[in-house]
């Protein structure tokens, strides 16, 4: 039997992103017959960085003020220099600052296998580091994509083409997320709308609350429940108070652990204006929530309409106040929970989308003349 093969898996950092998350799992549960994984990042830093070292993944970091930095340069080498010590045959970045900085050195370290991810739509990514992913695209061997609709977008926006890409789903693990007690908040409510989001612009969330007015205006039993951080944390808490609604509004904050969170939510929204494939939504559904997300991306590969979840057009509030509306009642909410449930059970294991990983991984590699 042939002896492990070391890869080194990168990112800019390591906390409770859905970039970072698939790299963690990918670290911790490859099949370490196969695979040595190592771990880089250009800030080793975050929540996942605990579990990585309980697990004994080799973690290493390549610290540098900015790409226009000659110290950029300098981590370069330090990049270099750890892909020759370790004998690194298999680079794979998870996001956009690890593909900027790991694919243009991994090239000139002649790594035998070099591959990046694209995990969200690249007008969320302008300017020149748009340009510089695109010249990352034609030294790599391969761009893995988390969702049907985003592989279809760079074919035609980027001029990627489909043999370039391999669609690899997120996983969600299916022995922790499921039903259960959930979090102790809004013991006034009967039924529970929330999300779990990082507050930036376009995740849409100030569009889910100006939603939920007209909800709680029609139904006093319903509750909405903010789960995540971010540059619009105060902005959405203000316009909640602004409306009058903080006494059915809970916003956590950002949290090591989104699980008793989702477990108190009856409804889980996801109003992003863009989306690649959610792991949020990939969680929700698989504890058993209803699911209402924005007609964007990848979303309705996993929520079909009135089958397995609702969908609105992303922005429209009305739209969204609408479909909230709809499953305020339990017999109809209740069906298209158990339906959506069994949905992603079926088909997004951590089993399968690990497999088509490693597979992949042997696939290029064998190709590429290492094992």
Partial sequence: MNPPVPILLLSYDLRFGGSERQLAEVAQHLDRSRFRPHV???????????????????????????FASGQCVMAGQRLRTYIRRHRIQLVHSFDVPGTMFGMPFGFLSRVPVLLSSQRAFRELTPGFEHRLLRFTDRLVDGVVVNSANL??????????????????????????????????VLPQCSIVIGSTAMLRPEKGVLDLVEAFAQVAARDARVGLLLVGSGPLYEPIKARVRELGL?????????????????????VFVLPSLSEALSNSLLEAMAVGCAAVASEVGGNPELVAEGETGRLFAAGD???????????????????LAARGQAFVRGRFSRAASLGAMADFYQQKLQHAGVV
């Fill in 40 to 66: 880089g990042c250009i800030r080793l830093q975050g929540g996942r960085r605990a579990e990585l070292e309980r697990a004994g993944v080799p973690l290493v970091e390549f610290s540098f003020p900015s």
């Fill in 151 to 184: 592989r279809a977008h760079l074919a035609k926006s980027d001029r990627l083409h489909l043999s370039r890409t391999t669609l690899i789903y997120n996983s969600v693990d299916l022995d922790r997320f499921t039903p259960g007690a959930g979090a102790d």
């Fill in 246 to 266: 903080s006494d059915r509004c809970h916003m956590a904050g950002g949290v090591t652990d989104v699980l008793p969170w989702l477990r108190r939510m009856d």
């Fill in 317 to 335: 509030v009305q739209q969204l106040a609408e479909r909230l509306l709809s499953l305020t009642e339990t017999e109809v909410r209740q069906p």
